[in-house]
């Protein structure tokens, strides 16, 4: 990514007028990052008198629970109400046009796409593109800061979300000095951390809870897979998620336990979707690049974080998963 990519970015906002419908989208089921750069970035907008700021994001139309308090989400429209002809469509955390649903249609606008994926297919006019960045979020606040807008609470609330979630709360390996910089401007503004991260990490119902132990408790471990790293992995079916009454967002943290094995490289969750899909997490603790294993099997990601949709049964998808593994 380059200073025209930056300049061109900003000239894309600012040779607007006023009144101009702008469309803001990010990823199909969105997490942290997603809501949140797009949110911090409409209401960035807005603060620069832009008035006719529409967000959106792909079926099902529905924000998770921990986000529900974000500021911004007033500027959400479902996907079916978005304007049809934005002047400018920016999406957001997005890393191919696939994962934006109906909304991919507006990249006939001209469009900016917003990114830190590895696998970023580079789908915009204009792409600001850097898989070194730690979060979507930090792009986003490099482009408010190039733009004028100050940081107030509402935005560094959005852009903190990001930051905290994809950072694994300032844990993973690109926690640079520049990210507790940043971290370090938003909490500046007085949002409330404590609160915050009890939210987003430390709050699920009983039943939740239930269910998470359940799927930890079926982990299996495959010391020769993966050329002799080791694989960790688990599952859970929409069966499981009836059972406890949960969503499918109740098993984000499932991963995590997993990835904890201290005798897998690589760790892998199972999620299904549907009767014959399998929505797989992927983890790495440096000996494998998931992103690139992704991929080969339809998704994307980062060197150690990825995901793939996978179909058929559970064990015809881990076989896949196996042997491209051990490619
Ligand atoms: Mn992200």
Not at 54 to 69: I, K, N, Y
Not at 185 to 212: E, H, K, N, Q, W
Not at 221 to 235: D, F, I, K
Request: aromatic share 6%; with cysteine; proline share 6%.
């Amino acid at each position: 990514m380059t200073g025209a990519d930056w300049a061109d970015a900003v000239a894309a906002v600012s040779g607007l007028p006023a009144s101009a419908p702008v469309l803001l989208a990010c990823h199909v089921n969105p997490d942290g990052d997603a809501l949140g750069s797009m949110l911090a970035f409409g209401l960035g907008l807005r603060r620069l008198g832009y008035r006719a700021v529409q967000a959106s994001f792909p079926e099902p139309f529905e924000v998770t629970e921990p986000f529900l308090g974000l500021p911004g989400l007033d500027l959400l429209v479902p996907p079916a109400e978005a304007v049809a002809e934005p002047a400018l469509f920016v999406c957001f955390d997005a890393s191919s046009a696939d994962r934006l649903g109906a909304l991919a249609g507006r990249l006939a606008a001209p469009s900016v796409v917003v990114d830190h994926h590895a696998s970023n297919t580079r789908f915009g006019k204009i792409n600001l593109v850097d898989p070194a960045a730690a979060a979507t979020t930090v792009l986003v606040a490099g482009l408010l800061d190039r733009l004028g807008v100050p940081l107030d609470r509402a935005i560094a609330e959005c852009l903190y979300v990001g930051l905290v979630t994809d950072t694994g709360s300032f844990r993973y390996e690109a926690t640079t000095p520049a990210v507790h910089e940043l971290a370090a401007r938003l909490v500046a503004t007085g949002i409330d951390v404590g609160t915050l991260s009890r939210r987003l990490f430390d709050t699920r119902p009983y039943a939740a809870v239930r269910l998470l132990a359940e799927a930890v408790g079926r982990t299996v471990l495959e010391p020769s897979a993966a050329r002799g790293l080791g694989l960790a992995w688990t599952y859970a079916t929409v069966d499981d998620l009836a059972r406890y009454g949960q969503r499918p967002y109740a098993l984000e943290p499932l991963v995590d336990s997993v990835r904890a094995v201290a005798e897998a490289d690589v760790a892998a969750v199972f999620k299904q979707v549907g009767p014959d899909g399998w929505a797989v997490s992927l983890r790495s603790r440096g000996g494998t690049d998931v992103s690139r294993v992704a991929v080969a099997l339809g998704g994307g990601g980062h060197r150690l974080a990825a995901g793939f949709t996978g179909y058929g049964s559970l064990d015809r998808v881990l076989d896949a998963l196996r042997t491209v593994l051990d490619g």
